[in-house]
Nanobody, 126 residues
């Protein structure tokens, strides 16, 4: 079992920045691919970014590429999402999630992830 707790959300003006954090506890953090997803009102949850177990590989949704950066610190059992140049369409609840690294499957699919945090709200005003 892995427990995930997100923090760092809030209200920001368009063009601003936020840094989300996700603290993990439980099983060995470095065994998991970590992902960030988001869900806007009335929309399905969508992939944002994911990072490999050692942080050497990352992948991003096209909508955030060049603006968001995912990183992890295995010594601190944490994963981060630095969000720059925020847009109103980035408004959503952001979730971190953990995927068993050796399970295969796509890093971009919700159903591949075993554990989820409770989410943190990000609101970008125009």
């Amino acid at each position: 079992q892995v427990q995930l707790v997100e923090s760092g959300g809030g209200l920001v003006q368009a063009g601003g920045s936020l840094r989300l954090s996700c603290a993990a506890s439980g099983r060995t953090f470095s065994n998991y691919v970590m992902g960030w997803f988001r869900q806007a009102p009335g929309k399905e949850r969508e992939f944002v970014a994911a990072i490999g177990v050692s942080g050497d590989y990352t992948t991003y949704a096209d909508s955030v590429k060049g603006r968001f950066t995912i990183s992890r610190d295995n010594a601190k059992n944490s994963v981060y999402l630095q969000m720059n140049s925020l847009k109103p369409e980035d408004t959503a609840v952001y979730y971190c999630a953990a995927k068993w690294a050796s399970s295969g499957g796509s890093w971009r699919m919700n159903h591949e992830y075993l554990y989820w945090g409770q989410g943190t709200q990000v609101t970008v005003s125009s």
